[in-house]
């Protein structure tokens, strides 16, 4: 995945996103629902995209989670095929925690 095939991390060393706005859908108690709109930038090929976000309010730390897909073909990458026996999907599903703690002296 790292090389120039298909990430090429020598070119492109990193993936941005940019959040835009970010839209509550649904709150209850300490939880949120959440809408993150922005671009992500992959191989320098910007593209717009809205991210559902589950997000946890704690006394020390916020949780975020979430998943989303990405087309491959979308940021100008080739899947990778071998001997067009091996396929690999254009939508790639990306799944993610954040996790925010309040540092010290705060």
Do not use: C
């Amino acid at each position: 995945m790292l090389s120039d095939k298909v990430l090429d991390v020598a070119r492109y060393p990193k993936i941005l996103f940019q959040s835009t706005s970010v839209k509550v859908e649904k709150r209850t108690g300490t939880t949120l629902d959440l809408i993150v709109a922005g671009v992500l930038t992959l191989h320098d090929v910007k593209r717009p995209m809205s991210v559902p976000v589950h997000a946890v309010l704690e006394a020390d730390a916020l949780t975020a989670s979430g998943s989303f897909q990405v087309k491959q073909t979308d940021h100008g990458i080739k899947p990778v095929s071998v001997g067009g026996v091996v396929n690999v999907k254009d939508a790639l599903d990306i799944t993610f925690a954040i996790v925010a703690r309040e540092g010290p002296g705060r």
